[in-house]
């Protein structure tokens, strides 16, 4: 398995949301597997909210269906922004190193057509830029490979990048951050298990020329 010295996680997925609102809850309101945090990316009220640990894919729905039912209960109001968005950990602890390629790999043959599924707010974002807006994660991954040394994506300037891979060293994941805010849980599921899918394909693989090898099949 990959190997990067943060703590040892189990579960599939952790979620963060990004929310510029009215009536938001204090702290002491806040369901047990959530925590409120501040964020100086967002104006006004705001918070962003965030799972305590990552949970298994089939958990995620009684975790966000708590949170909702609170925030209905506070009579939270959301305000649409372009600033806010949902932020979805893949927990890849389990995955070797080629495994990691791969499903970093996977997820760029996607992108054009998962991020369909996003806001339009989110597209070209500075929060959450893709490989079409900025190619620099490329030749990150590009050295990566060449030097087989995962450490050269522990770099603060691929933070705002759609795939996230500094969060690997922090947190044993790679986090997705296209999704815009939102509360609709069942567009939440959706995302987030689509992600889960890529990653638990990407294990079934030898190698990222594998994609390649099926993307010709599936042509």
Not at 17 to 41: C, F, M, Q, R, V
Not at 115 to 139: E, T, V
Not at 199 to 214: E, F, G, I, M, T
């Amino acid at each position: 398995p990959v190997t990067i010295g943060c703590r040892q996680q189990s579960g599939d997925v952790g979620v963060e949301i990004e929310l510029e609102a009215d009536n938001i809850p204090g702290h002491d309101h806040i369901p047990h597997g959530w925590k409120k945090e501040p964020d100086a990316s967002l104006r006004g009220e705001s918070a962003e909210f965030v799972m305590r640990r990552p949970v298994p894919i089939g958990e995620l729905d009684t975790h966000l269906r708590e949170l909702v039912a609170c925030l209905n209960a506070n009579n939270t109001h959301e305000r649409p922004t372009y600033r806010a968005g949902i932020h979805v950990h893949v927990n890849v602890q389990d995955l070797t190193p080629t495994q990691l390629i791969t499903f970093i790999c996977s997820y760029y043959m996607l992108e054009e057509v998962l991020l369909r599924f996003c806001d339009k707010s989110r597209l070209g974002n500075h929060f959450c830029l893709r490989m079409s807006d900025a190619s620099y994660l490329l030749d990150k991954i590009v050295a990566c490979v060449q030097s087989e040394d995962l450490a050269l994506l522990n770099d603060e300037d691929l933070r705002y990048a759609s795939l996230n891979v500094t969060s690997l060293f922090k947190y044993g994941s790679i986090e997705f951050r296209a999704l815009e805010s939102t509360l609709d849980i069942e567009r939440i599921k959706t995302w987030a298990g689509v992600l889960v899918h890529l990653r638990d394909y990407a294990k079934q693989l030898r190698s990222p020329v594998d994609l390649l090898v099926h993307y010709r099949d599936w042509e």
